[in-house]
Structures are given as C-alpha cells and as structure tokens.
C-alpha cells in the first residue's frame, strides 16, 4: 500500500496521564507507519510497559521524553495543535482535520511536523497553543466533541496518510461485487440459465397452461437484473440443472 | 457540521472480549453520531457498566444483544465485515474502508447497514463472513495491520461520516437495476431464500454426504451476491418454493 513520506511525522503527546493511552497512542502510531513519538511530561513513568502497546513495543521504547513542548518540537517545521472542537483558542486558525492532511503532507516533504495532543483532561493550555502554528479538529457530533486520545489519534494519522478514494479501483456501476479475474456473465450465458429455469418451472407446475410468454419474460428479467458474474451464472446453472434432472426422473 | 443521515447504520460487535472495549466503541459511536450498537455473543455481560465509555452511556445502554449474528442482522440490506487487511477469506470481495464509506451512505438511504467487527483475537470467523455482503479494511502499514478494537470503529465511522452527504440520486453502483420504490431484501430476506434453496437441493441430491456446510455456505454468499430487492427475493423463492412443493410430492 503507497502511504505519504512519513518519516517526517512526528506525534507529541502533552502531560498525558494514562499510560494505556500512551501505548494505545503508540499502537496507532503503528498501525499507520509513523514511528517518532515525543513526550511532553508523561504523568506516569511506566508508559513503556503499557499492555495496550500491541505491536508498539518498538515506537514505544524509541519514544523520547521531553520536559517542555519548546524542546519537544525545537526541530520542526510545522506545529499543529489539536483541539476538542471547541474554539478555545481564537489566536489559533482551526481547520478540520480532513482539511489539515494535505498541508501536514505537504510540510513534511520539507522538514518535521508535530501533531500535538494535550491532556486527557484539559487539552492543550494556551501556553502549548502559542507553539503552535494553528489547530485542527477532529469534527464530530456536537453534543459528544470529547474523543478518547487513543482513537483521537488514530482517527488523525488515518486521515493524514490517508490515500484517496480511488476512481480506477472503484466498483464499477456495470459489475460492482466483482473480485478481480471474474467477468459478468454473458448474454448467452444467462439465457441458458434462464432457459434451464424455465424447464424446471415448467415442470413443477410454476408455469400455467397461457402463461408461458409472461413467465419466460419474466425469468429473463429476472436472471439479468441479477447481474451474476460468469462463475455465479455457472454455479447456478449446475443447481438448477441438478434440480432438473431430478424433477425429470421423478417425472419418469 | 452536516453528518449524513446515519440512522440507518448500525455497529455490530462479535463476540467481544473485552468490555472496555465495548465501551471504548460506544464512545466512538457517539463522538460521530451513530447510536446503534448491537452486541452478539458478549464475552462479559458486565458491559454496560464499562468505565471507559464517557460520553458513551445512552448508547450503551441502548445496546441490543444477540446470540447469532444472522438475528443481529436480519433487519440490515447490507451487512459489511470489517478484517485485518490480510485476505483471509477470499470469498468476499475486499473493500478499502475509503471506498466502501460512499457504499455506506448510499444503501443507508434505503435501508439498516451494519458494520460488523468481529473478536479482539480472532477477528470474523468464516461463517460470520457468510453472512456478509462484503468486506472493508482500514489500510495499516504492512507489518502492523492489526488494529485495536475501539479505534478500528473510531476510524470507520470517521470515515463513513466524513463524506457529505450526496443530494442525487445517482444510481448505486452496488444495485444497479434498482427502481424507485424498490429496496433492497433484507438479510432475513436472504437467509429465508438460502434456506429454500437448499431444501430443493438436497432433496435434488445436489448435496452430497458431508458437504452440507460447504453447500450451506455457498448458497448463503450466492444469495447475497446477488443483491435481490425485496420483490425479486419474493419472486425466486416463489419460484423456489413450487419446485420444492414438488420435488417433495414425488418423493412421496
């Protein structure tokens, strides 16, 4: 999977009091390929043992520790706070955060940008906001804007190297459950299936004595609308010829 | 902030251990809106009392249980499991989560959809994936593709409400032959046609000895691969039902 140059991304997390968020931060991290942690005042020195560290283990012993945000992004380019939703802060531009990924990208093809979380608790401080070249948020429902930090970070790198909605890769309108190598079946195809269907109605009493040019119209509509792919259209074929010749035999 | 109309998605949790993780889910829920969580098969009944679900407890408290998922689902006309990147099953066709959330949106319109997580260890089994119509991954860097539980759903329903909500009535790329007026079969809908199907196969002895659940299977996906409306489900098993009526007939 291509993700953006992340190597240039670095998370920040401020005076974070659950170490289990920590790990869960570092998991996240993880899962997503960025790999520079940096903590500002960790309340709990245990975090590198986080259990919630699942495949973490390596960001989190790597993760370094900083006692002011000054230090811990004295290095980088492009400083983005991250906020609850609230506009606590009006010195700050908010963006949200689907409208930050691309700047974030952009930035650190130039040099390091931290995404800083603060607190559980409180957020960032006014102080840490004033490190900060502008804010993003996550938008969210307004009556429940306060994200756990854990999925708030994840949510943030998801969309940060977040590789956009493919067209070509798209389902096509034509066949859109298709899995790669399959085709829709053909016209012949299906007209053999309906045809197969049509026998098997017919024997088993579906089809009343005048009907038959409705039914048949109806058949062929529906095995079309179905639109099976030509390994569904056999597969459906070798049941209904099975049914067949059972009903055939029985018929004797 | 416009969300699209998201009370038609629901969150489906398979045999969850962990019942923080339950709450850190709910808590995901509500921060993007969504509020119907359905649980099957808790490992810990002790859920709802899970500490980390700030701003979660409605939802919680709200929560459906269920002992199979195909009774969690009934009411759902698209059903998406969620896997761990790796292809384990090759049956379902396997969807980026960014392509699959306009796929969402557009059948929420018309219909429940679930999202459906399986366990923290294990993901879905094979037979919950049968159940579903297809499957979405969250695109995680290749040596780490596991994700916790909480934040795989934060990152879905940020994603699935992250798109704005369309105002046309674009024709679906997942049922194309659809009219207006026309909705899609439910699951139960869909179960009830397998079941039918079935029937007449193995009483056509399409079903060999030993193979009833590969064929059970099989014909569960077929059925949903086909992505029938309510009126064209009626109008097979119609169909199926009076070849059934009469291979039993002959059978005696």
């Known amino acids: 999977m291509p993700l953006p140059d992340i190597r240039n991304i670095c998370v920040v997390l401020v005076s974070t009091r659950n170490p289990l968020n920590i790990g869960a931060a570092a998991r996240a991290m993880s899962n997503f390929g960025i790999r520079n942690l940096r903590l500002v005042n960790p309340y709990e020195p245990g975090f590198r043992e986080a259990r919630s560290a ?12 900083f006692s002011t945000l000054a230090e811990a992004i004295a290095d980088c380019v492009l400083v983005i706070g991250t906020t609850g939703g609230r506009d ?19 930035e650190a093809a130039r040099g390091m940008v ?17 490190y900060c070249h502008w804010t993003m948020n996550i938008p969210t429902a307004e009556d429940h804007v306060s994200m756990n930090l854990g999925q708030a970070v994840a949510v943030s790198l998801y969309e940060i190297t977040r590789v ?32 197969s269907l049509l026998q098997a ?4 009493g579906y089809v009343k004595p005048g009907t038959d040019a409705a ?3 109806r058949v062929r509509r529906l095995v079309r609308r179905m639109r099976l792919t030509s390994g569904d259209a056999d ?11 059972k009903l055939q035999k029985e018929n004797g």
Do not use: C, H
């Open 201 to 204: 109605l017919g024997l088993s």
């Open 114 to 130: 931290a995404v800083v979380f603060g607190s559980e608790k409180r957020g960032l401080s006014n102080d840490d906001l004033s």
């Open 215 to 217: 039914v048949e119209d």
């Open 88 to 106: 606590r802060n009006l010195d700050n531009t908010l963006r949200r955060l689907q409208d930050a990924a691309p700047l974030v990208e952009q």
């Open 235 to 245: 597969l459906v074929q070798g049941m209904v010829k099975q049914i067949l010749w």
């Open 54 to 65: 699942v495949g973490a283990a390596a960001t989190l012993q790597d993760a370094r520790i």
């Open 164 to 195: 956009p909605a493919s067209t070509e890769l798209a389902p096509s309108p034509e066949s859109p459950a298709l899995t790669i190598g399959d085709s829709l079946a053909t016209s012949a195809e299906s007209e053999r299936l309906a045809a």
